[in-house]
């Protein structure tokens, strides 16, 4: 069987003509106008495209119109979500994993994309959810004192469960707490390092000789939630097939994963892959939580919000009236309209801000309005839910438990 770990050097997209994409799981940089170029990356990483005969199957088999984050393109790629379709037509189980690194207890809104995608996603097939928060890799990576990373993980905990998951169906654990509590999760984790060599993990990661050890053997992981024996007190010791949804820029592990998957007995895991959350100066990079500029936090007011977009948010319109409504704008390049294509769900409404800011009938300014209306309620209500979510909840959601999907041999 041909291996479909690809070596980090060969992930940078090398276009004939345009600049060099380069994606990994810690750099994510464009030099193009409109971002990364995800067709390209497909090829590269070996994936499929999400196309029309896959939404329309989706429709068809689950009977509930796809999700706009999936009608638009912003989950782009997948590996073998016809088999996860398939299952699902059958009536046979599978499970859900994603999961985040905890690196500051400011979240932005473009950390909330795969949580709401994954919320949908658990509602639609009414099946089992782990989230795994990696405050081990984020200690290791960002030199964060181990207590400190535990603490950001219950933070953290607490806006994922603000995107409304389901106590009876969702385990939202702590690397830094779960795993050694849980001789599963360790018993698999060696079974993975016993069959990935060192070799293998720097031609994935590209880590070197003076790295951390931690940083090499963290891949693994990572990628034993994609085999449900991770989770006796979840699946008994069913071995059921695993969906995870994620940024493109995690699939490093998951090709990983899926290359371990025969020799641990499992089937491969199935994934779907996100495009990038734009950052408010534009698309050539994806918004980060330590440039306050670049995002929107989940923290921030009202008029940190209307402020920001109006500062910051890079604009594809002219540069005065008279040229924007001769000329038009570009939404392809407009953030203000990239990030309406998230939060907009509405396809007619925003499909006629497209037509009147292409045609130059809408200005920035009108735009850019759209778009705070729209975050301010988003983030408003998500705070308003988040004061709901007490310490003894997150306990709740933190307890390895029977999620009442226990399978019975
Ligand atoms: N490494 C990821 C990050 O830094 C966190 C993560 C762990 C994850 N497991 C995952 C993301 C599974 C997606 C799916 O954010």
């Not at 940078?12 to 994510?28: A, K």
């Not at 599978?94 to 709401?116: E, K, Q, W």
């Not at 795994?132 to 469960?161: C, P, V």
């Not at 040229?323 to 390049?333: F, P, Q, S, T, V």
């Amino acid at each position: 069987m041909e291996s479909e770990t690809v070596g980090i050097e060969k992930l940078e997209v090398n276009g004939d003509s345009s600049p060099e994409d380069v994606v990994t799981p810690w750099t994510v940089e464009s030099t193009n106008d409109t971002g990364i170029d995800y067709d390209k990356l497909i090829k590269k990483f070996g994936s499929s495209k999400i196309d029309q005969e896959l939404l329309d199957r989706f429709e068809k088999i689950t009977g509930k119109p796809c999700h706009h984050f999936l009608r638009r393109g912003i989950f782009f790629s997948h590996r073998d979500m016809h088999t996860v379709l398939n299952l699902y037509e059958q009536g046979k189980p599978f499970y859900l994993y994603t999961g985040r690194g905890p690196s500051s207890d400011a979240m932005h809104v473009g950390h909330m994309i795969p949580f709401v995608f994954c919320k949908w996603l658990q509602d639609v097939f009414n099946v089992p959810l782990v989230i795994q928060l990696t405050d081990d890799e984020k200690s290791i990576w960002k030199n964060i004192k181990i207590e400190d990373a535990i603490k950001l993980s219950y933070e953290n905990a607490k806006d994922i469960i603000a995107c409304g998951f389901d106590l009876n169906k969702t385990f939202i654990f702590s690397n830094l707490e779960h795993v050694g509590s849980n001789p599963a999760f360790y018993q698999n984790m060696i079974r993975i390092q016993k069959s990935v060599t060192f070799n293998q993990i720097k031609g994935i990661f590209g880590f070197g000789d003076s790295d951390p050890v931690g940083k090499i053997a963290f891949p693994p992981t990572q990628a034993v939630p994609a085999f449900s024996s991770t989770f006796p007190f979840i699946f008994g010791d069913a071995k059921l097939p695993c969906l995870i949804p994620c940024g493109i820029d995690q699939d490093p592990y998951f090709r990983m994963s899926r290359d371990v998957a025969p020799k641990m007995g499992f089937p491969k895991p199935a994934l779907l892959h996100s495009s990038f959350f734009p950052a408010l100066q534009g698309s050539q990079t994806k918004m980060s939580a330590s440039d306050i500029n670049s995002a929107i936090f989940l923290t921030d007011t009202p008029k940190q919000i209307k402020n920001k977009i109006n500062k910051h948010a890079f604009s594809g319109g002219q540069t005065t009236v008279e040229e924007h409504r001769k000329l038009g704008g570009n939404c392809d390049i407009d953030i203000s309209y990239q990030w309406l294509r998230f939060f907009l769900e509405d396809d007619d409404k925003l499909s006629e801000i497209r037509k009147n800011y292409t045609s130059g009938a809408l200005l920035t300014g009108e735009l850019k309005q759209e778009l705070i209306k729209i975050l301010q309620e988003v983030v408003g209500s998500h705070q308003e839910r988040r004061k709901t979510i007490t310490d003894d909840l997150v306990k709740e959601f933190m307890k390895p438990r029977d999620l009442g999907f226990v399978l019975k041999k």
